[in-house]
C-alpha cells in the first residue's frame, strides 16, 4: 500500500524560508519522518515536491488512482489552484490538507481554499508535525490493521 504527499510551491525552501512562519525543519527532515513512519506501519510513502501545478497534477495523475490515501500541502495553490484541485477531485481516496503556519490567522487571501471543498479534514498550524499526524489518521483509517 502507498501513501502520497505532495509538497507544493516553495516547500523546497523549508529550512530557509521565513522559518519565524514555517520552522527550521527542512523538507527532507519530513519526509525522511513519514518514510520512516510508513516503513514501520507497512507502508509505501511517495514524496513529490514542485514548484509547478502542471508537474503536480502529472504526478497525482501517475500515482493518486493506488494510492491509500493522499497528503498534501499545496502551498499558495492552495488558494488558487484549480487545475490541482481538479486533478485531486478525481481521486476516491481521503485527502488531508496540511499547513505548517495556521493560515486563518494570516492574510486575508490564505483564508480561502480551494482544496478544503474536496479535502476529507484539514491539519493547519501545527508545523511540520501535522503531515505526522495526517499520516497517523491515514494509518488508522486506512489500514485495517491498526484499525
Ligand atoms: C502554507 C500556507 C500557504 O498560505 C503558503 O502559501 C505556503 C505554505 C503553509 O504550510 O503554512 O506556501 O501552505
Do not use: K
Amino acid at each position: 500500500p502507498t501513501i502520497l504527499v505532495i509538497h507544493g510551491p516553495n516547500l523546497n525552501m523549508l529550512g530557509r524560508r521565513e522559518p519565524q512562519i514555517y520552522g527550521t525543519t527542512t523538507l527532507a527532515d519530513i519526509d525522511a519522518a513519514l518514510l520512516a513512519r510508513g516503513a514501520a506501519a507497512g507502508v509505501n510513502v511517495v514524496c513529490i515536491q514542485s514548484n509547478h501545478e502542471g508537474e503536480l497534477v502529472d504526478a497525482i495523475q501517475a500515482h493518486g488512482w493506488d494510492a491509500l490515501g493522499i497528503i498534501i500541502n499545496p502551498g499558495a495553490l492552495t488558494h488558487y489552484g484549480l487545475s490541482l484541485r481538479d486533478a485531486l477531485a478525481m481521486l476516491s481516496a481521503p485527502i488531508i490538507e496540511v499547513h505548517l503556519s495556521n493560515v486563518y490567522q494570516r492574510e486575508a487571501f490564505r483564508h480561502t481554499s480551494v482544496i478544503a471543498p474536496i479535502a476529507r479534514g484539514q491539519i493547519t498550524g501545527l508545523g511540520w508535525r501535522g503531515y505526522l499526524l495526517a499520516l497517523e489518521w491515514l494509518l488508522a483509517e486506512r489500514l485495517p490493521a491498526n484499525g
